[in-house]
Each structure stands twice: as C-alpha cells, then as structure tokens.
C-alpha cells in the first residue's frame, strides 16, 4: 500500500535567483594531452522581462596540445527516467530561452595553457513566470579542425520570479530485492534538483536503516522516477516494513511518502 503524505516537513529556505547557468562538468578530459577546464561552475544573474544581463564562463586549457573549440545552442529536456533528450532545431517547444541568447565567441583556437573568456548575454521577453531553459554545447577538435574528441555540456536556465517550488511524491514501489522507485511531480513553475533518502521501519518503528536516493533535475509539470538503492547486505526478515521517502526539492518543506511491505 503506497500512503501519500499530506503534511511537510519545514526546512530552511533558500533564495533563488533568475538565472542560473550550471555546469555539467567542470573539466573535460580529451584524447592524447588535451584536457579542458572551464570555470565556474555555477552561475547565477538577475534578470527581468526585457532585460538584458551579460555573464561571463572561462575556458582553460590545461593539456599540452591546442584545441578548436565550436559552440553551440540546443534544446532539451528530462524524459520520466532522468535520461537527457536533445530536440531537432526549429522545435517548437513553450519553455525553450534560445531566442533569449547570444554567445561570443563562438569558434576560436585555444593554445595549450590559453584562457579564453565566453560572453553570455540573456535578454528575457515578456513571458510569464517561470523556468525556461537550453543547453550549450562545446566541441574540441584537433588544432586543423577536422577531427572531434571530446564535448561538454552546459545547461543554461532562465528564470522568471515569482518562482513556485512545489513537488509531491505521487508513487512508490518496492521491490522484491528492497530496491525502491519513487515517483516524484513538479508541480511547481521551476526546475527542481531533489535528493533525498529512504528511511525503513519495522512493526515496531524501529529504524532498521537508510539509504540515499539518486539524485534528480525535474522540470515543470514533468514526473520523474528516481531511484533508492538499499545496501547489498540488505535482508529483512519476516514481518511488516514502513519505506519512507523523505525528499529535499529545494523549498521550504520536505516532501514525503511511505510504502508499507509485509516480508513472508
């Protein structure tokens, strides 16, 4: 039996800004003695409806070759497993911020022990509250040009406030071998990076253990089953088993659900 929690569990709350730019991967290391840093990994601008903001991410190559370094701008989204889906161009899609962005430079060599500084400017139209969103994309090819091996990721966030940060767990499942799947909704106007670990009882409310559960980016309106893998040396005998899922998305409150295991 899945039991769905009403109530919430207080937690600090943290204050988001309007756009954050989070980097997927700080370093990427490529064939031979390449190897490219970029920095920081976070980044976090203000922005408003018709407003135009300029941040800035450093490219350093840390190997002992020069790289050629292309830029580009895609759409994308989380399918209901975590997993990443890239779009075509020209899709039509309400929460892209492509059309907000401009990037510069967009090829250039980087020599071995180089910086170089991109420029990202957003310029937000008048849409409705909310997260919007795209993926910047470097590719390093050899010194000619011509030959590919290594790529980076970038995902680039546009939010508008009043941001909502609402999430609810909507299902459970357990297992035979107690590894557990939560179902979890955003039903809120913004991403939400949830972790979030399962807490087992017995019929006692004794705590047997607890385990973490992977973490996820879920986008709005979007459902996501996210997992919790239990210890390997994991055995419960026979009896009646609380599972309880506490998540943190982000908000003020915990979110939380319970699946109830009888083990024969």
Not at 9 to 33: D, F, P
Not at 49 to 54: D, H, I, L, V
Not at 244 to 253: A, R, V
Request: hydrophobic share 40%.
């Amino acid at each position: 039996m899945f039991i769905g929690f009403g109530s919430k569990y207080r937690r600090q709350s943290i204050r988001w800004l309007c756009v954050v730019i989070l980097i997927l991967a700080e370093t990427v290391c490529v064939e031979g003695a390449a190897k490219i840093r970029v920095t920081p990994t976070v980044q976090e601008i203000y922005v408003k409806p018709g407003e135009s903001q300029t941040q800035s991410i450093t490219l350093t190559n840390q190997g002992e070759e020069d790289v050629y370094i292309q830029i580009s701008l895609v759409d994308w989204m989380k399918d209901s497993d975590g997993e990443s889906i890239f779009m075509q161009p020209g899709t039509e899609y309400s929460r892209s911020n492509l059309s907000w962005l401009k990037v510069e430079p967009r090829n250039f060599y980087l020599a071995a022990g180089a910086q170089r500084v991109i420029r990202i400017t957003m310029e937000a139209p008048q849409l409705g509250a909310g997260s919007y969103w795209s993926m910047m994309v470097f590719e390093f090819f050899d010194r000619l040009g011509a030959r590919p091996f290594g790529r980076l990721a970038i995902g680039v966030y546009g939010l508008i406030e009043p941001l909502v940060k609402e999430a609810e767990v909507i299902d459970m499942k357990v297992s035979a071998g107690n590894e557990v799947e939560v179902t979890l909704k955003n039903t809120g106007n913004t991403h939400l990076r949830c972790t979030g670990e399962i807490i087992v009882t017995d019929g006692f409310g004794d705590e047997v253990t607890r385990f973490p559960m992977d973490n996820a980016l879920i986008f709005p309106g979007m459902e996501m089953r996210v997992k919790g893998n239990p210890p390997g040396d994991l055995s419960l005998t026979a009896g009646k088993y609380s599972f309880l899922s506490l998540i943190d998305y982000g908000g003020d409150f915990y979110i939380a659900g319970e699946k109830m295991v009888e083990v024969h």
